[in-house]
């Protein structure tokens, strides 16, 4: 992560000095679940099964494991230098997603049903959700489904959103990131051929506006090649660290910076939080419906005077 970091501005005195890293903050992370990691031992408050209703936590896709060392990983096995962008925050995870990555709505609305029934219980402050789907007009299912996201967000949770990986078209921002409310997060480094299996693509960052005519994404931040936690680490021939590109990846590096926006003012409302966002990110010089208002600036966000 520490190239990740430097390019989104993390070393600052806060983060350096000022023991901002996310404490006190849990983040939600709707997914394929969560494998303990040693990266994540400890932090690790709540696991939820949509799927199969297991109790012990599991995921057998690795991509949620991923994502959550993105936001809160220790970088113990790695002496630091694969740490989270806020290492001191918590994660609870839904796996909402089979071994394949793939999933139903319906079980999407669970997991979002779950977080607001738990979240005064868990102390949830942030939702990040890696996932999405193409819209298609009138589809009652995806409806409901921004309904649900929507509620989170009027009920306070921060919610961050990946931009998804169909771009370069424009209208290619998936569903739940075409909600108005929630923070939408592109790939601001997706110019270049990534994953040498073919699975993402030149320039595969989705693309605004959204059906409604809403300027998406919100904001961008790196997402390819990003090295995190591996979720079958621990299992014979496996390495503790594995790399993956996509906004999936993007978006928990912005779910992490707000858990860092968070621990420096604990009171700051979820509008306030997706402002200081928008208004600290540095502009890029791309179309607005390529990086929304710019590449994150975690310093200035955490420091507006700069």
Same mark, same amino acid.
């Given at each position: 992560?520490?190239?990740?970091?430097?390019?989104?501005?993390?070393?600052?005195?806060?983060?350096?000095?000022?023991?901002?890293?996310?404490?006190?903050?849990?983040?939600?992370?709707?997914?394929?679940?969560?494998?303990?990691?040693?990266?994540?031992?400890?932090?690790?408050? +709540?696991?939820?099964?949509?799927?199969?209703?297991?109790?012990?936590?599991?995921?057998?896709?690795?991509?949620?494991?991923?994502?959550?060392?993105?936001?809160?990983?220790?970088?113990?096995?790695?002496?630091?230098?694969?740490?989270?962008?806020?290492?001191?925050?918590?994660?609870?995870?839904?796996?909402?997603?089979?071994?394949?990555?793939?999933?139903?709505?319906?079980?999407?609305? %669970? #997991?979002?049903? +779950?977080?607001?029934?738990?979240?005064?219980?868990?102390?949830?402050?942030? /939702?990040?959700?890696?996932?999405?789907?193409?819209?298609?007009?009138?589809?009652?299912? %995806?409806?409901?489904?921004?309904?649900?996201?929507?509620?989170?967000?009027?009920?306070?949770?921060?919610? /961050?959103?990946?931009?998804?990986?169909?771009?370069?078209?424009?209208?290619?921002?998936?569903?739940? #990131?075409?909600?108005?409310?929630?923070?939408?997060?592109?790939?601001?480094?997706?110019?270049?051929?990534?994953?040498?299996?073919?699975?993402?693509?030149?320039? @595969?960052?989705?693309?605004?506006?959204?059906?409604?005519?809403?300027?998406?994404?919100?904001?961008?931040?790196? #997402?390819?090649?990003?090295?995190?936690?591996?979720?079958?680490?621990?299992?014979?021939?496996?390495?503790?660290?594995?790399?993956?590109?996509?906004?999936?990846?993007?978006?928990?590096?912005?779910?992490?910076? +707000?858990?860092?926006?968070?621990?420096? @003012?604990?009171?700051?409302?979820?509008?306030?939080?997706?402002?200081?966002?928008?208004?600290?990110?540095?502009?890029?010089?791309?179309?607005?419906?390529?990086?929304?208002?710019?590449?994150? &600036?975690?310093?200035?966000?955490? &420091?507006?005077?700069?």
């Amino acid at each position: 992560m520490r190239r990740v970091k430097e390019n989104v501005h993390y070393f600052c005195d806060d983060t350096l000095f000022g023991h901002i890293d996310g404490h006190g903050i849990t983040t939600a992370v709707l997914d394929t679940g969560i494998s303990p990691h040693p990266d994540l031992e400890g932090r690790i408050v +709540a696991f939820g099964d949509m799927l199969h209703g297991k109790r012990r936590m599991y995921d057998d896709n690795s991509h949620g494991t991923h994502v959550a060392g993105i936001i809160a990983g220790s970088g113990k096995m790695s002496s630091g230098v694969y740490a989270g962008i806020a290492p001191a925050s918590r994660i609870v995870a839904v796996k909402v997603l089979d071994q394949k990555g793939e999933g139903k709505i319906r079980h999407l609305i %669970e #997991g979002i049903r +779950a977080i607001l029934k738990n979240r005064e219980k868990w102390e949830i402050r942030i /939702v990040n959700i890696s996932i999405g789907t193409l819209p298609h007009r009138g589809d009652e299912e %995806e409806a409901e489904l921004l309904h649900w996201v929507d509620r989170m967000w009027d009920e306070g949770l921060v919610v /961050v959103t990946a931009a998804g990986n169909f771009g370069p078209r424009s209208g290619t921002v998936t569903i739940p #990131g075409v909600s108005k409310k929630v923070i939408t997060v592109g790939a601001s480094d997706d110019g270049e051929q990534k994953d040498r299996f073919g699975k993402v693509g030149t320039n @595969y960052s989705g693309r605004g506006p959204t059906f409604e005519c809403v300027c998406k994404p919100d904001l961008v931040a790196p #997402g390819s090649y990003i090295r995190s936690c591996n979720g079958f680490g621990q299992k014979k021939n496996q390495k503790m660290y594995s790399v993956k590109s996509g906004t999936s990846m993007s978006a928990p590096i912005v779910s992490g910076a +707000a858990a860092l926006l968070l621990s420096k @003012y604990p009171d700051m409302k979820n509008v306030e939080v997706k402002l200081r966002l928008l208004m600290s990110a540095d502009d890029m010089g791309k179309d607005a419906n390529i990086q929304g208002r710019g590449l994150l &600036n975690i310093e200035k966000l955490l &420091n507006p005077k700069l």
